[in-house]
Every structure is written in C-alpha cells, then in structure tokens.
C-alpha cells in the first residue's frame, strides 16, 4: 500500500484543497466514508446497461471514453492511503479505462458477459474504477458500465452515458470538467436532536474501542474476501419491463391515485415477495429509501459524478387488509416526508474512525458469509480470532438494522435519447447486490420504456435455483401493477 506523509504542521481534516494536498501527487480530494463504504466488500459494484440502436464504433466510443475522462475526474482515478490511512483521489499515473469489444449474439447477451465481470475486484490502488463492455452488432448494441460504488452512484452513471454518447456524437464539444465535491460541504446543517447526540457519543466510545486494537486492511485481505464470495455466490437478477403505452397506462394511474410509479412499483415487490416467501423477520420490516442529494445543495453543483446518495430508513409493512393503492398511498407519504427533511440514515458513518469503517463495512460482516476467506492472509487470519474486538460486536447489532428492502429509482430521465445516428432504446439500473437484503431493486426509465431489476445472489453451490422464486415475485408484482398478460417465466 503506497503511503503519503503526512505534513503534521499542516493537518486538517483534508475536505478542501490546502498545504497537506500538496504531498499527494494528482490530489481530487480527499474520500469520505461513505464512499469507503465499498472500498473492499464484494457489495461494490454498481452497473449501467444501455441498449443503443445503431451501428456504434468501438473507435469512436473509446474515444468519447477517453474525452469524458476528463470531464469527470473520477473516471481517472485511483485511491491514495496517507500514514493516518486516509484515503484520498488521486489521478496521478491512472491508466485509460478498458473498453472490452464483444460480438453480439442475443439479447440476453449482455447480462453473461455482466456476470463474470462484476465478480473482478478493482484494483483500487491502481486504478480506474471503472471499465466498459460494448456488446456490438451493426444494428444494436449493449453499453455495460461497471463501477466501483465509492466514485458513483445511479445517476452519476445516466449523466455519464448521457456526456459519452454526446462526445461520440460530437467529439469536439468543449470540454468542460465537473469536479467531483464533497456533497456534505453543500448540504443544509443538520438541527440539533438527542439521537444525533447519542449516535455520536456512541460513535465516539467505538473509535476509542477500535484504537485500543486497531486492524488496517490491505488489497491482499480485499482480494482473498471477494474471491472466496464469488467462489460460493453469482450475481443475478429478474427484470420487470413495461413498453411506452404500458408506462404511460402505470403513469396515469398513478396520477389518479396521488401516487409516483416508484412507490408502486416499490409496494408492489414488497406485496408480491410477502405472498410467495411469506412475511419479512420482525427486523427487517423497514425500508431504506436511496436518494440524490444533488437536488437538496445549498448551490447549484451541477450533474457531478461521484457519490450522492442519501437514505432515510423506516418501518413500512404492507397491509393486505387494505387496497394496493391505499398501501401505495401510505407508503408514497412516507418516502416524500423524510427525503424532503433529508432525513438520512447513512451521513452518521463520517464520524467513524476510517480503519473501523473498513472493518464494519467489510471484513467483520463477511466472517460467517466466507469464513474460508479468513486464513487466506495473515492480517485476516488475526482480525477474525479476535472476536472481543469492537468491530464484531457491532456488526452483530447491525444485523437487526438490515432493512427488508432497498428500492434504488432512479425515476424518468431527462437527457437525449438521440445522438446523431444512435438511439437509446432501454436502459437497465442494477444496484450494489446484498446477501442480507431480501428485496433489492433498481429501476430507471428513459423514453417511456421502464426497467426495474430485482437484484439477488444466487448461490452456486446448491441443487435447487432460487431464480424461479425470483421470478414468481417478479410476476405477482405484475399483477399488482396491473400487467397480468406480462407473467413469463423467463428472468429478462
């Protein structure tokens, strides 16, 4: 791990660019932990796929990915450690994001070559975080976009495919850089409460715990957790689509009842997966609801690519006794509220001491998942018979904090579905995947053509496929919406 001394005359906590920046080298800025949240966990990965009608060059594409590097740092970037382990952006010597050239052969084509590449670590250290697959044929291809959670987030990706296709379109636009910034610098000032108080009073006892003992986490410890994940599990997903004319009916009852498609779409899955698995534990009757902090800055920031999610978590349980729209209805009020007082659960682990946010995100929750994993490094084979450590007490009680559902909607989009001779035909949102969250979906809609994906891992190991299950819900939550001739028994 390449370490940066750091200047102890010039310390600060490194949110803007002073003195300390100087002894990195192509210093962005310095990361948060919310976004060293995915720095090591086989939960990293978010994707984007957009199906294009036209003949795409690859030429021309790599290029544009090239030019948009520069527009969007983050695209060039890799992770630097100072001697406190902090991390920080840096783009020095980041090499060129990938572009993997596939000849097309179906339709499904796409989500095949997505699952053996999702399941490759990025070298954080090195850099990029992100690569790019064109599934190619002369009339329609697939774009797949693979990235590292901690430099984006869902619509960080739409802006991305949006500036891409407009430099493959014109490749001599001005180039104009977005800089990444640290949304919390932009974001209201929380008022006081007595439960912020005690999250950081308890916070507070943690790192002084942790630093009694503390464990810092390397690539090697990374590499031997996600390898022995994907050895036991595969990435998978069922898609619920709905033409133009099928949006628009959706959107118009939606309208009737007070209601937006993503909560309906959102207690139709919770209905649907309730009726075939039977009701969620006692604990996990609650729902975490990401959004895009862009929309709540103090200032105008423009369309930045980096991480911009928050999460408002609350208790939610559908009520059969009652109308699918009413629990819509009850469910839509509840979402509104807490996103417009940016109530958000996930800006608490900036205080955490950095090196404890690897191990609670991490190398604690994964030790009963792939214990195997565990005497792979010796760093490992340490942390994990050091049970008394405060690490795994916590990530015991973060069990009970596990939400029933994760609905990540990215909503209508408002870019270009034209860019000279291509056209965005769909686009498919898959979210971080998670073995805890029994309901996990992402949805996004361009051109009236809505996707959402119900998003699993599917053990390998196993005689008998959970897809089918997957599948079942998926077609409940059709009926709910009221698409019945839509069932299949085909995943996408």
């Known amino acids: 791990m390449p370490i940066v001394k750091r200047d102890k005359t010039n310390a600060n906590d490194g949110t803007k660019n002073d003195d300390y920046t100087k002894n990195i080298r192509g210093c962005i800025r310095k990361v948060t932990n919310l976004e060293r949240v995915y720095f090591w966990t086989p939960y990293s990965n978010v994707s984007m796929i957009t199906r294009i009608n036209g003949d795409v060059s690859p030429e021309k594409l790599r290029f544009a990915i090239n030019t948009v590097r520069k527009m969007h ?22 090499p060129l994001p990938s572009l993997k050239i596939i000849g097309r052969v179906s339709d499904t084509h ?17 850099g990029p975080m992100i690569r790019f697959i064109l599934i190619h044929s002369e009339n329609v291809s697939e774009l797949v976009i693979i990235c590292n959670h901690c430099i984006c987030d869902g619509m960080a990706l739409v802006y991305l495919v949006r500036d891409l296709l407009g430099y493959y379109e014109n490749p001599e636009k001005e ?9 919390i610098d932009f974001l209201p000032k929380r008022g006081f409460s007595i439960s912020s108080i005690m999250m950081r009073l308890f916070i507070s006892q943690a790192n002084r715990k942790w630093k009694k003992n503390p464990y810092t986490f390397k690539y090697e410890d990374s590499i031997a957790l996600q390898n022995a994940y994907w050895d036991k599990h595969m990435f998978n997903t069922v898609l619920l689509e709905l033409e133009p004319h099928e949006t628009k009916d959706l959107s118009k009852r939606c309208r009737a009842n007070g209601v937006t498609i993503g909560s309906a779409v959102t207690a139709a899955f919770i209905a649907a997966r309730e009726e075939i698995k039977g009701p969620f534990k006692k604990n ?12 709540h800055a ?8 980096c991480l911009c999610v928050g999460a408002p978590s609350f208790p939610y349980t559908y009520n059969s006794k009652k109308s699918f729209w009413r629990n819509v209805s009850l469910l839509h009020d509840q979402i509104h509220e807490r996103v417009e007082k940016l109530d958000s659960d996930a800006l608490e682990v900036l205080d955490f001491d950095p090196t404890l946010m690897d191990a609670l995100s991490s190398f604690a929750p994964f030790e009963k998942v792939v214990p195997e994993a565990y005497d792979q490094t010796e760093n490992l084979l340490q942390f994990s018979n050091d049970k008394k450590n405060i690490a795994f007490s916590f990530a015991k009680k973060s069990e009970n904090m596990v939400p029933g559902t994760i609905p990540s909607n990215l909503g209508r989009l408002n870019i270009p579905e034209t860019y000279g001779g291509l056209k965005i035909d769909r686009m498919v949102f898959l979210p971080v995947m998670s073995n805890s969250v029994p309901l996990t979906l992402g949805g996004v809609s361009v051109g009236d053509r809505l996707v959402f994906s119900l998003i699993y891992p599917e053990p390998k190991n196993t005689a008998e496929s959970i897809t089918p299950k ?17 069932i299949s028994e085909m995943a996408l």
């Open 175 to 183: 180039i104009k850089v977005v800089p990444p910034l640290n949304m």
């Open 284 to 295: 996990q009757k609650q729902i975490w609801i990401p959004f895009d902090l862009r929309r």
């Open 298 to 305: 103090k200032e105008k920031i423009g369309d930045v690519f």
């Open 73 to 94: 740092p983050l695209l060039g970037a890799r992770i630097v450690f100072d001697e406190d382990h902090n991390a920080w952006f840096s783009s020095d010597n980041v």
């Open 110 to 126: 796409w989500f095949k070559e997505l699952q053996q590449e999702i399941t490759v670590p990025f070298d954080l250290e090195k």
């Open 470 to 486: 997957m599948i079942q819900i998926r077609n409940k939550a059709l009926k709910y919406l009221g698409f019945p001739d839509k």
